[in-house]
């Protein structure tokens, strides 16, 4: 059973525009850790953002803001202001025991100027 | 931020030869690290976990005979595609762990192309 869902493949916005990317996970875990990750072209894999299950604050970080809601097992990831340069493919991952991480699908994210 | 490296980047081979690819933590002591494998336009889909010292932990469905994993010491974890063949052609993505801390930090990727 796939333990994190991302809906959404592809998502293509105009630069300036917000992006909201959805992440859906299940797990039985009481302690677990939820992240995003961003993937360019390039290849790797850059750690964005990490939230464990008894922080249900939601933050801002720069562009970057998240949506973490234990009631709906969501995490969903915001970037505010779109740039070229957030084009990417995100990652959502959940960490449940020993520190494995299980991935969603991903979304491509293209931002065009 | 911890960085985390792998050599190669690329390597082309002949089938029925074996890789080696190493992941380097270069400025934290990774007491653990794990290799993933990825296939174009696909996710990341882990193969092994690795703790120092001991014997690699592998998922199911990875032959352990054909992927050799050693993770010798806190800063330095190969793996080594043993006999490649084109199916094994893929991106093999490394991270480590530090001890105490939940974030995996990934290296760049090394991407195998077996003829």
């Known amino acids: 059973a796939q333990k994190v869902t991302q809906a959404q493949t592809e998502i293509s916005v105009v630069e300036k525009e917000d992006v909201t990317l959805d992440c859906v996970y299940e797990t039985r875990d009481t302690t677990y850790y939820l992240f995003w990750y961003k993937q360019p072209p390039s290849g790797e894999l850059v750690f964005l953002i990490r939230?464990?299950?008894?922080?249900?604050q939601n933050e801002i970080s720069g562009r970057y803001s998240w949506n973490f809601q234990k009631s709906t097992s969501s995490f969903n990831f915001t970037i505010t202001a779109s740039q070229v340069v957030d084009s990417a493919v995100y990652f959502c991952?959940?960490?449940?025991?020993?520190?494995?991480?299980?991935f969603g699908a991903g979304t491509t994210v293209t931002v065009r100027a | 931020g911890a960085v985390v490296s792998q050599h190669p980047s690329w390597v082309i081979c002949k089938s029925g030869t074996s890789v080696k690819i190493e992941c380097r933590s270069l400025?934290?002591?990774?007491?653990?690290m794990f290799w993933y494998r990825q296939f174009p336009k696909q996710s990341l889909m882990l193969m092994a976990t690795s703790n120092e010292g001991s014997k690699a932990t592998y998922e199911q469905g990875v032959e352990k005979d054909k992927f050799l994993i050693n993770h010798a010491s806190l800063t330095l974890s190969t793996l080594t595609v043993t006999s490649a063949h084109p199916e094994d052609s893929s991106f093999y993505i490394c991270s480590a762990r530090e001890l105490g801390r939940e974030t995996q930090y990934f290296g760049p990727g090394t991407r195998l192309l077996v003829l």
């Open positions: 939230r464990n299950s008894f922080d249900e």
């Open positions: 991952a959940l960490s449940e025991a020993w520190y494995k991480l299980s």
């Open positions: 400025d934290f002591q990774a007491t653990t």
